[in-house]
């Protein structure tokens, strides 16, 4: 179908859109949003019944038409998923309880289903080990993928009934699958360990379908590409990608090129701030990323990673610096859930100029000659570009800000600072060679 972007955006409130494609959902605009509802008789008593899928524009139509399907299937296979949601939201209020009375397990004459108990797993252990996402995507998987399985107590969980769920969502969604088995695993061990379920109690997710389940890959034009290929570029290939990137948006081209000129992830580069932005004593430029922003923020051996900024990279921040002052140098547009660009953006942008990316296929834009590559490959591809030119190992491990392993890095706390600055220059200099000279051949690395 065709959406019409243009005729959402003008719904007022209490007007809605149907999908013709898609019996029963429709977009619904109230007072201060529109929302993608499907409406469906409940297939217990045949009321008519609705849930909600998500937020326009945040969710676009082809997500909710893939959730909707899914919400269909359910439905004729005989769950109310209105019904099966409040349900969710009674056992996510219970973990609640028990979040706030520690020691108490349930309350009386509340019997714990699979689903509060993994709810519980989720608010009282996972929500403060882990960041706002992952605990959010916890509850979010059990919450769509446990099925009737979730109504059962978790002593009636056999070995077959535990195969069975995990098997059929390894057919279509292998992923999501293993993430299911894995966070069910730990449920259960932390619900024995707590004394929520008996000792005796096997867990079965540790279990079944071990080492069996794999990924098929990405879907490209309905085809399975199988395991994904861990890209790094040659250095013509960035070179090509340098001499094209003038044809894309100057804030992706900017962020594009600080995953080349400094290594770092990407989460951290649209996270930059002005006022992690400074000068040494010989007027060298600096960006020191606070330890609580980087990936590995839990580790106790971490600490402020300090990046140096070399040539374009330099040139870049310091306008951005001009411009936005001590906050974000990638701010976000107004009314944004978040300050600064979303990183996603970043590799949707990347696909838009794809061979392959199929988005608005009528509008002319620039494709890349360099095929298969998202912004992370970038990354990697400075890991290996540095050991192509020589760089020793514990340098270039240094430079993607990546921690020693073992006992090195109880003991090393060197942080590599002047060299790290010294190969980045030596790198971006064979980049800048490559994207002047497409015929460029490789500077053998010095002895």
């Not at 449920?187 to 098929?216: F, M, Q, Y």
């Not at 001499?243 to 649209?270: K, N, Q």
Request: with cysteine.
């Amino acid at each position: 179908m065709v959406f019409d972007a243009r005729a959402a955006k003008m719904l007022a409130h209490g007007e809605h859109i149907v999908v013709p494609e898609c019996p029963g959902l429709r977009l619904v605009a109230t007072e201060s949003r529109k929302s993608w509802i499907y409406r469906y008789r409940s297939p217990e008593d045949g009321r008519m019944r609705q849930i909600k899928l998500g937020e326009w524009p945040a969710m676009p139509i082809a997500r909710a038409m893939a959730l909707w399907d899914d919400a269909r299937q359910q439905r004729e296979a005989g769950i109310d998923l209105a019904k099966r949601r409040k349900e969710a939201r009674a056992q996510e209020k219970l973990a609640r309880q028990s979040a706030r009375q520690p020691g108490t397990p349930a309350r009386p004459g509340v019997a714990v289903t699979v689903l509060g108990l993994a709810l519980q797993y989720a608010e009282l252990y996972a929500k403060p080990r882990r960041k706002e996402k992952g605990y959010k995507e916890l509850v979010r998987l059990v919450n769509s993928l446990l099925g009737d399985v979730g109504m059962l107590e978790p002593t009636e969980v056999t070995r077959g009934i535990a195969f069975d769920l995990i098997d059929r969502h390894s057919k279509e969604r292998p992923v999501l699958a293993m993430s299911l088995r894995r966070e069910l695993g730990s449920t259960w061990e932390w619900a024995i360990d707590s004394g929520r379920l008996p000792e005796d109690t096997p867990n079965w997710w540790r279990i079944v379908l071990k080492g069996k389940i794999s990924s098929k890959g990405r879907v490209i034009d309905g085809v399975h590409q199988g395991a994904p290929v861990k890209r790094a570029l040659s250095f013509r290939e960035v070179g090509t990608i340098l001499r094209e990137m003038r044809f894309i948006s100057p804030v992706i081209r900017d962020l594009l090129t600080l995953y080349l000129w400094t290594g770092c992830r990407g989460a951290e580069i649209v996270q930059m701030e002005g006022a992690e932005i400074s000068r040494d004593e010989r007027g060298a430029l600096w960006w020191v990323i606070p330890r609580a922003k980087i990936k590995m923020a839990r580790n106790p051996l971490a600490m402020d990673l300090r990046v140096p900024l070399i040539g374009r990279a330099c040139e870049i921040v310091v306008a951005r610096v001009e411009q936005y002052g001590q906050g974000y140098l990638f701010p976000a547009r107004p009314g944004a859930r978040i300050g600064h660009v979303a990183q996603k953006n970043v590799g949707v942008a990347v696909y838009n100029h794809a061979k392959r990316c199929r988005i608005r296929p009528e509008l002319e834009r620039m494709r890349w000659s360099v095929d298969d590559w998202a912004p992370h490959d970038l990354r990697r591809t400075v890991r290996t570009c540095l050991s192509s030119i020589g760089c020793s190992s514990d340098v270039a491990e240094a430079v993607l800000g990546h921690l020693p392993g073992g006992d090195e890095a109880v003991y090393d706390r060197h942080d590599y600072s002047e060299s790290r600055r010294e190969w980045l220059t030596k790198l971006v200099a064979e980049f800048e060679r490559h994207e002047a000279d497409p015929d460029a051949v490789m500077a053998r690395p010095a002895a």
